[in-house]
């Protein structure tokens, strides 16, 4: 594999990673799924905590998208890419921007770690897992603002 074809297929990934953001902040579940496999796995922070197929997991943001306000963002941070063939990692922190101070959302940074696959020559979201960290001496979750 080239350079140039890795560095257009890392492009890609990122790209996927942007719009899913943006349809998430546009609370737009067919452009958030536009680029999840079918057979998708996702391991969530929140209930259900294990989700699989695309059809369960647009039930899942369907339930929980009308918990966030009209407007808000996504601010992300140390996104790294990794591409070999057809298979693609990434991981990055990210965190709500834009909440009220009280939504439970808007108190943590998250991981996000995301592999996707091509698939007849297009990129897709086969696993994700999405966590925060915890404290092992308590086994409660670390809710923090600051990543």
């Not at 990122?14 to 958030?32: E, H, M, P, Y």
Request: hydrophobic residues 40%; aromatic residues 10%.
């Amino acid at each position: 594999m080239t350079t140039a074809t890795t560095t257009r297929d890392e492009a890609q990934i990122r790209q996927i990673i942007a719009d899913t953001s943006n349809a998430i902040c546009a609370k737009d579940i067919d452009l958030i799924m536009a680029h999840y496999a079918q057979d998708v796995i996702i391991f969530d922070a929140i209930p259900p905590f294990q989700t699989k197929g695309a059809d369960a997991f647009r039930r899942t943001w369907e339930a929980c998208l009308p918990c966030f306000p009209d407007s808000f963002g996504i601010e992300m941070r140390d996104l790294c890419v990794t591409v070999s063939g057809d298979l693609a990692i990434a991981h990055w922190l990210f965190h709500f921007t834009g909440m009220p101070e009280d939504h439970p959302a808007a108190q943590m940074w998250m991981r996000i770690t995301s592999g996707c696959q091509r698939k007849q020559g297009k990129w897709q979201i086969v696993h994700e897992h999405c966590s925060v960290p915890f404290d092992p001496e308590t086994s409660k979750a670390v809710f923090t603002i600051a990543p």
